[in-house]
């Protein structure tokens, strides 16, 4: 088979399996698979498939098509122009995060010291001290596999990070001017409506926020006053339809409260400045 119709052969797998982007992913498995670059695959796709080349991509046709996270198969993600490992033990890194990000950094100056509760892959905090000079961090997570992963994230891009297994503050010490979080938020029962890609695959523990999803927003909004120095300021992002409850529960600690889109023009993120 040449390498256009083990291409074809894969695309019509995946769509047949229900998978959204099953263009790309059929491209980008075959690309991680032989692996072959965009340009030599124009110029190569008349040759004959290699019988390692068949199995490789096979296998990981089969797993794409049981619903498996593209991520979760090459292992990585781009995010805030960073490529971040990433493992099932992790929530993948997605797009509206980086509004996340992007608004914190607006805040952030050299010599600042920041907080990320719920870490994951370390995708948030990771970004944050690359991109804002002289600053340094903390993440934890109640995860030690997920922390493994933030962790070499850290060592690969070269940026240097503090990691703490903890219950939210439970071990966390010192104080912080930015604290930022982007904690489980869906409630419960609507995880089992979610795509298979998130229901079935990505950690549970990263994505459920108890009945009415704000578990973690009750304690973070609750807890972090204690945390945060003069000025300090907590970033969270949320769930598209929380922005009225979760700035209601920053309204009693918290001052010059903000809700900010994301480029889909729905709510993804709230902020405000600790009351002094
Ligand atoms: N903070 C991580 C991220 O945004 C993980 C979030 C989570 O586990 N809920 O990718």
Same mark, same amino acid.
């Given at each position: 088979m040449t390498l256009a119709l083990l291409l074809k052969a894969g695309e019509d797998r995946l769509r047949s399996a229900g998978v959204g982007e099953w263009r790309t992913d059929a491209w980008m498995l075959l690309e991680y698979a032989l692996p072959v670059t965009r340009k030599d695959y124009l110029l190569e796709r008349g040759r004959q498939a290699a019988s390692e080349e068949y199995t490789?991509?096979?296998?990981?046709?089969e797993k794409r098509s049981r619903r498996v996270p593209l991520q979760y198969l090459?292992?990585? #993600?781009?995010? $805030?122009?960073?490529?971040?490992?990433?493992?099932?033990?992790?929530?993948?890194?997605?797009?509206? =995060?980086?509004?996340?990000? @992007?608004?914190?950094?607006?805040?952030?100056?050299?010599?600042?010291?920041?907080?990320?509760?719920?870490? /994951?892959?370390?995708?948030?905090?990771?970004?944050?001290?690359?991109? *804002?000079?002289?600053? +340094? /961090?903390? %993440? =934890?997570?109640?995860? @030690? !596999? *997920?922390? &493994?992963?933030?962790?070499?994230? %850290?060592?690969?891009?070269?940026?240097? &990070?503090?990691?703490?297994l903890s219950d939210l503050f439970e071990v966390v010490g010192g104080s912080f001017d930015r604290i930022v979080s982007n904690p489980p938020y869906i409630p419960t029962e609507v995880i089992?409506?979610?795509?298979? +890609?998130?229901?079935?695959?990505?950690?549970? $523990?990263?994505?459920?926020?108890?009945?009415?999803?704000?578990t973690f927003y009750r304690k973070i909004t609750e807890q972090s006053p !204690?945390?945060?120095?003069?000025? /300090?300021?907590?970033?969270?992002?949320? %769930?598209? @339809? #929380?922005?009225g409850e979760v700035s209601a529960l920053m309204e009693t600690h918290f001052t010059n409260i903000r809700i900010v889109k994301d480029l889909a023009g729905l709510d993804r993120v709230v902020y405000g400045t600790v009351r002094a």
């Open positions: 490789r991509y096979e296998a990981l046709l090459t292992g990585c #993600q781009e995010f $805030m122009g960073l490529s971040f490992d990433v493992s099932p033990d992790v929530l993948i890194p997605r797009q509206d =995060t980086e509004i996340l990000v @992007e608004e914190c950094l607006k805040f952030m100056r050299s010599g600042m010291r920041v907080l990320d509760l719920c870490t /994951g892959s370390g995708c948030i905090l990771l970004s944050i001290l690359k991109l *804002a000079q002289g600053t +340094e /961090g903390v %993440g =934890t997570d109640l995860s @030690e !596999r *997920a922390l &493994a992963v933030a962790r070499r994230n %850290g060592e690969r891009l070269g940026i240097h &990070a503090e990691w703490l089992r409506t979610l795509e298979p +890609e998130v229901q079935k695959h990505e950690p549970r $523990m990263a994505l459920d926020g108890g009945a009415d999803g704000l !204690r945390y945060l120095r003069n000025g /300090g300021m907590l970033f969270l992002e949320i %769930g598209s @339809e #929380q922005a």
